[in-house]
T-cell receptor
Framework: GENVEQHPSTLSVQEGDSAVIKCTYSDSASNYFPWYKQELGKRPQLIIDIRSNVGEKKDQRIAVTLNKTAKHFSLHITETQPEDSAVYFCAASPGGSYIPTFGRGTSLIVHP | DADVTQTPRNRITKTGKRIMLECSQTKGHDRMYWYRQDPGLGLRLIYYSFDVKDINKGEISDGYSVSRQAQAKFSLSLESAIPNQTALYFC??????????????FGPGTRLTVL
């Protein structure tokens, strides 16, 4: 089955800095890569996703990049704000079922 | 608003007890899931169901069972709870034809402690 590795497990930045979270996947059949954000005490929510036929996608201050050849994808957050503090999960999904396999999560802390 | 709900929200039980966690949804989705969240281990899939007559094991199904009583209801049972089943449990639903492919809509979670 699919195996998703996510790094780092913890990331601490100053407000206004950029943050990058990296994930790798093992199954070449995976073709959809969502990212979820979980604020403290809340449920995870999807914030951005990318399909395998696209190399990069942006939504305001967040962007995702995908390198299919290397089987890795990344989340980029620019101009970080304290409200970006949360746990972020990457996931990889195969075509057909699109059931996600999640990474272990990155705890992002943005210091004011 | 359409939502996913879970009961109970918190539960403390003892080793060997049978316990059921319940999930209901008003989103009209056919697909439902049970995940377990442990610190540092992410979200791991326990069971999933694509419709009322469909039940599938996930990554970590041992020690768990499920029942899909209706399109809107999916319950998770621990037949004989053990301490390493202490975790945060999430139910989720999805629509594979949605704008975002199979986006997982999570419930608020049930925090289970097994003593």
């Amino acid at each position: 089955g699919e195996n998703v590795e996510q790094h780092p497990s913890t990331l601490s930045v100053q407000e206004g800095d950029s943050a990058v979270i990296k994930c790798t996947y093992s199954d070449s059949a995976s073709n959809y890569f969502p990212w979820y954000k979980q604020e403290l005490g809340k449920r995870p929510q999807l914030i951005i996703d990318i399909r395998s036929n696209v190399g990069e996608k942006k939504d305001q201050r967040i962007a995702v990049t995908l390198n299919k050849t290397a089987k890795h994808f990344s989340l980029h957050i620019t101009e970080t704000q304290p409200e970006d503090s949360a746990v972020y999960f990457c996931a990889a999904s195969p075509g057909g079922s699109y059931i996600p396999t999640f990474g272990r999560g990155t705890s992002l802390i943005v210091h004011p | 608003d359409a939502d996913v709900t879970q009961t109970p929200r918190n539960r403390i039980t003892k080793t060997g007890k049978r316990i059921m966690l319940e999930c209901s949804q008003t989103k009209g989705h056919d697909r439902m899931y049970w995940y377990r969240q442990d610190p540092g281990l992410g979200l791991r899939l326990i069971y999933y169901s694509f419709d009322v007559k469909d039940i599938n094991k996930g990554e970590i199904s041992d020690g768990y069972s499920v029942s899909r009583q209706a399109q809107a209801k999916f319950s998770l049972s621990l037949e004989s709870a053990i301490p390493n089943q202490t975790a945060l449990y999430f139910c989720a639903t999805s629509d594979p034809q949605g704008y975002r492919i199979n986006e997982q809509f999570f419930g608020p979670g049930t925090r289970l402690t097994v003593l």
